[in-house]
């Protein structure tokens, strides 16, 4: 069975750095891009940035190059997002998601992790 | 980079009643979208990608239709488990931009 399994929720102060994960299993890690999906409270989807495991090639939306990090360690089939100086505005829920084999849709969630960020 | 939008933003239909919800990309993408349904406190669900093909698992009542810059959803029949916001994404080109979102609410 498909799983992507989430950390848990965050509450940080602003100019802290963080790091988010998202463990992948029941599938072939490597062979499947891993997104990260943001969403602002009462907000829509916003796609951050996609990896693919197998050689980490990452790709941003314009939005988010530059202000996050996405990695990925295939050894333990793990995803992450990571903030070096975290904001107020960045106080959102995080998801992630595997695409699909033949398309880049997300065709399986994680429950998302929210990250707080106030002082 | 490609540009979504979605209508209407929100719309009240009642048990029964046949939906559609429209997504306009800002240039064509041929076939390359995706339709998913998130409902309040939980992660989006995806029902369709290719613009027409049905995840697996999902109800018959949904279908998808459209290439090039227009595409639509359709609930056949809406049923009280259908409420939620629906979200189109282009599936071509970085970055993979979602649509704005339509609520749907149930009379």
Do not use: H
């Not at chain 1, 963080?18 to 907000?43: A, T």
């Not at chain 1, 796609?47 to 295939?74: A, E, L």
């Amino acid at each position: 069975e498909v799983q992507v399994v989430q950390s848990g929720a965050e509450v940080k102060e602003p100019g802290e750095s963080l790091r988010i994960s998202c463990k992948g299993s029941g599938y072939s890690f490597s062979n499947y891009w891993i997104g990260w999906v943001r969403q602002m409270p009462g907000k829509g989807l916003e796609w951050m940035g996609i990896i693919y495991p197998g050689d980490s090639d990452t790709r941003y939306g314009p939005s988010f190059q530059g202000q996050v990090t996405i990695s990925v360690d295939k050894s333990i089939n793990t995803a992450y997002l990571q903030w070096s100086s975290l904001k107020a505005s960045d106080s959102a829920i995080y998801y992630c998601a595997r695409t699909t084999g033949s398309f880049y849709s997300f065709d399986y969630w994680g429950l998302g992790t929210l990250v707080t960020v106030s002082s | 980079d490609i540009q979504l939008t979605q209508s209407p933003p929100f719309l009240s239909a009642s048990v029964g009643d046949g939906v559609t919800i429209t997504c306009r990309a800002s240039q064509g993408i041929s076939s390359y979208l995706a339709w998913y349904q998130q409902k309040p406190g939980t992660a989006p669900k995806l029902l369709i990608y290719a613009a027409s093909t049905l995840q697996s698992g999902v109800p018959s009542r949904f279908s998808g239709s459209g290439s090039g810059t227009e595409f639509t959803l359709t609930i056949s029949s809406l049923q009280p488990e259908d409420f939620g916001t629906y979200y189109c994404q282009s599936l071509t080109d970085f970055p993979l931009t979602f649509g704005g979102g339509t609520k749907v609410e149930i009379k």
